[in-house]
């Protein structure tokens, strides 16, 4: 018999089981507000049209379910059977009627959000692998889908800003993307500042602390985690060797 409730008794993963599905609520409200001609238009992102966002994300959580059905029944199942496969699959997605766009959606997130409610406590710890060929155990794939749906919210280009992401999802991305690089050493020379209120990441410093004379970025946690996710350098200022003329450099590739 199914669950009808989440089995996982954790309190820090049932908190982070909330925002993924706050996320997802939050996308699927800023692509109701728009009608099915306006899923032709632009984004945030080069080259992707409305459509190619939705199919997107309708086929990320169907991955990542593939992901949290490996860890429930030890059979191994990738995200995708290769790179190629998934932008081939992206691309006929944004070829689907609209009703069928909105209904991929809906349907994959509803199924992802069932995986996750029945999978037991003991599994969340299994290892899977992402697309990107790291191991990880199955609790990250939470963390994968709210990066996912908050980030691309914004990408529909529909009103929504990363004013709108709650402060814990802000400061887990801004991590996450400094991470990546000061793993691939693309940080060198390079201080991110986060100025503002208590409780919104004021006082959080990435980078490369080391640096004797860095290129300093500043700003309030949504425009510096904006700027980090190369989306735009509003509200971010940059000072030092690598802005001369207190231009914003664009900031390293993240993914």
């Known amino acids: ?10 309190p820090g993963l049932q908190e982070e089981l909330l925002q993924a599905r706050r996320g997802t609520a939050f996308f699927a409200r800023k692509l109701n507000e728009l009608t099915d001609a306006e899923l032709d238009a632009g984004t945030r992102l080069p080259g992707w049209t409305r459509r190619h966002v939705v199919a ?13 059905e490996w860890a429930a029944t030890g059979v191994e199942t990738p995200m995708y ?5 998934r932008n081939q699959e992206i691309n006929f997605g944004a070829t689907l009627s609209p009703i069928a766009l909105r209904n991929l959606f809906d349907h994959s997130a509803v199924h992802l959000s069932v995986e996750w409610r029945d999978l037991p406590d003991a599994n969340w710890a299994n ?5 990107q060929g790291r191991t990880v155990p199955a609790s990250e794939t939470v963390w994968m889908r709210t990066r996912e749906v908050w980030i691309h919210a914004v990408d529909l280009d529909n009103g929504a800003t990363f ?10 991305l801004l991590k996450d ?3 990546a690089w000061k793993t691939r050493g693309t940080d060198a020379g390079l201080l991110v500042k986060v100025m503002g209120t208590a409780g919104n990441g004021a006082g959080l410093t990435f980078g490369d602390t080391t640096a004797a004379d ?5 700003g309030a946690l949504p425009a510096v985690v904006e700027w980090a996710a190369g989306r735009g350098n509003s509200g971010v200022t940059a000072a030092g060797p690598g802005a001369p003329t207190q231009e914003v450099p664009a900031a390293p590739a993240w993914i």
Not at 1 to 10: C, E, N, P, W
Not at 127 to 131: H, M, N
Not at 163 to 172: C, F, G, H, K, T
Not at 214 to 218: E, H, V
């Open 56 to 68: 997107h994300v309708g086929y990320n959580a169907r991955a990542i379910a593939r992901l949290v």
């Open 127 to 131: 290892d899977v692998r992402t697309a």
């Open 163 to 172: 004013n709108d992401i709650p402060a814990p999802v802000l400061e887990r």
């Open 177 to 179: 993307i400094t991470g």
């Open 214 to 218: 860095p290129t300093i970025i500043t």
């Open 1 to 10: 018999m199914v669950a009808r409730h989440d089995l996982a008794t954790d």
């Open 81 to 85: 059977a290769s790179p190629e496969a």
